[in-house]
T-cell receptor, first 110, second 115 residues
Framework: GQQLNQSPQSMFIQEGEDVSMNCTSS?????WLWYKQDPGEGPVLLIA?????ELTSNGRLTAQFGITRKDSFLNISASIPSDVGIYFC??????????FGTGTRLKVLA | EAGVVQSPRYKIIEKKQPVAFWCNPI?????LYWYLQNLGQGPELLIR????????DSQLPKDRFSAERLKGVDSTLKIQPAELGDSAVYLC?????????????FGPGTRLLVL
């Protein structure tokens, strides 16, 4: 079945550094979603991408829909302590259904 | 506007006992989802409702899991009997409708520990 692989699995960064993470699929997607999950909470949608090559920003976050439509990238600029959490990508799997990646765990060192 | 409400937030039970989780979606949201999130994994869809109809329950282990959304608003997810492997976070989400442009809003989840 479909799988979403996220890289890296976890990362420690210094406050103020830029962060990059990616998500790859075994099949072509027409939508990519990026979520953040804080400890003890449910995921919150950060950015949605709907066409190949699309680049969308949300504050310090920027996500891009890969040209091959099998990957997506999320960048965080000038990281701050509240960026700590788990970042999930998600893509469509059937009608109105999404599968989620395994997550990238971000830890920021103040 | 209130978000998705779930209760209880935490539940500890012994194996073979029944357990139930409750979800109240955002007002006006017709679509409701139950997800299972194992430790270190992303959420996995268990069941999706459109109003009171379960339109996708293909991932729900029907031998022990059941769900209902009788009036198309609140929903209950039940496990009977619970097994050790059911220890996980059960997330409820809702959206206004179906479709790729509809954002799913997640609740905080119920953390289940089966001993």
């Amino acid at each position: 079945g479909q799988q979403l692989n996220q890289s890296p699995q976890s990362m420690f960064i210094q406050e103020g550094e830029d962060v990059s993470m990616n998500c790859t699929s075994s099949s072509i997607f027409n939508t990519w979603l990026w979520y953040k999950q804080d400890p003890g909470e449910g995921p919150v949608l950060l950015i949605a991408l709907y066409k190949a090559g699309e680049l969308t920003s949300n504050g310090r976050l920027t996500a891009q829909f890969g040209i091959t439509r099998k990957d997506s990238f999320l960048n965080i600029s000038a990281s701050i302590p509240s960026d700590v959490g788990i970042y999930f990508c998600a893509g469509p799997s059937g009608t109105y259904k999404y599968i989620f990646g395994t997550g990238t765990r971000l830890k920021v060192l103040a | 506007e209130a978000g998705v409400v779930q209760s209880p937030r935490y539940k500890i039970i012994e194996k073979k006992q029944p357990v139930a989780f409750w979800c109240n979606p955002i007002s006006g949201h017709n679509t409701l989802y139950w997800y299972l999130q194992n430790l270190g994994q992303g959420p996995e869809l268990l069941i999706r409702y459109e109003n009171e109809e379960a339109v996708d329950d293909s991932q729900l282990p029907k031998d022990r899991f059941s769900a209902e959304r009788l009036k198309g608003v609140d929903s209950t997810l039940k496990i009977q009997p619970a097994e050790l492997g059911d220890s996980a976070v059960y997330l409820c989400a809702s959206s206004r409708g179906e479709g790729p442009g509809e954002t799913q809003y997640f609740g905080p989840g119920t953390r289940l520990l089966v001993l």
